[in-house]
C-alpha cells in the first residue's frame, strides 16, 4: 500500500448509523482511513459501537479502519479489532498501564499500533514511548462526543511530538482529533499534524466526499506552506 502523506480520516461518529454502510460508502474513494470511535460509558461518558459493528462494516467497504478505542482495560479488548481487520487500533494512554506491551500485541496481530492523548493529559511523559508506536492522536477537544469546538491551545502537543518526531527521524503520524474543520485544519497542520479525523465536517455537508476532498487541500496547502 502507498502511504499517502496526508491522511484524511472522516469520523462514522457523525454519520447515521442506520445508514452506516452507505455512509461509509459515501466517503470510499476520497478518504484515506475510516475513523471508527469506540466509547465504552466508562472511560468516557458516551457509548457508541464495538466489534460486532466493526466486524460486520469491515466487509462494506475496502477502506482501512483507524479504531479509537475510547475504553478501559484497552489490553482486553483492543486485540479483537486488529483480529477484525483494522488497519490501526489507537488506544488511550490514560486507560493503560503498558502502552508499550500493547503496541507490541497489536503489531503482533497485523495492526498498526497508536497511542491517544486526551486533553488534560500532558504529551511529554509519553514522547519517550513512541518508538513503538505508529500513530500518536492528539485529542484537540475532551474526549467522548463529536461535535465540540476545536482547542488550539492543544496544538503546543502536536508541535512537541513534531520536533521529538524530527528530532528522532521517527516514521509516526501525528493525528488530531476533534472539531476539525475548513476553518481549524490549516493550524493542526502548520503544527505539525498529518492525519486528520473530522466527523461533523464531513458528514454534516452535502457532499462528504468534497467536504473530505476540501479539508485534504487546506491541510496540504497548509503543510506546503502555499
Ligand atoms: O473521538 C472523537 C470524540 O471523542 C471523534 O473522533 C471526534 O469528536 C470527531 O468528531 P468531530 O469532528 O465532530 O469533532
Ligand atoms: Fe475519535
Known sequence: MTVPPTIVAP?????????????????????????VDVMDNHFVPNLTIGLPVVQSLRA???????????IEDPRRWAPGYA????YNVTFHAEA??????????????GAKAG????????????????????TLLIMTIKAGFGGQRFIPQLLEKVRAARRHVAAGHLELRIEVDGGIAADTIEQA???????????????????????????????ERAISGA
Not at 213 to 218: F, H, K, V
Open 11 to 35: 469520523s462514522i461518529l457523525a454519520a447515521d448509523f442506520a445508514r452506516l454502510a452507505d455512509e461509509v460508502r459515501a466517503v470510499e474513494g476520497a478518504a484515506d482511513w475510516l475513523h
Open 60 to 70: 462494506a467497504t475496502q477502506l482501512p479502519f483507524d479504531v479509537h478505542l475510547m
Open 83 to 86: 483480529d477484525a481487520g483494522a
Open 96 to 109: 493503560c498501564d503498558d502502552p508499550v506491551a500493547l503496541a507490541k500485541d497489536l503489531r503482533s496481530a
Open 115 to 134: 497511542l491517544a492523548i486526551d486533553r488534560d493529559t500532558p504529551i511529554e511523559p509519553y514522547l519517550e514511548l513512541l518508538p513503538s508506536f505508529d
Open 189 to 219: 497542520a502548520a503544527a505539525g499534524a498529518d492525519a486528520f479525523v473530522a466527523g461533523t465536517a464531513v458528514y454534516g455537508a452535502d457532499d462528504p466526499a468534497e467536504a473530505v476532498r476540501r479539508l485534504r487541500a487546506l491541510a
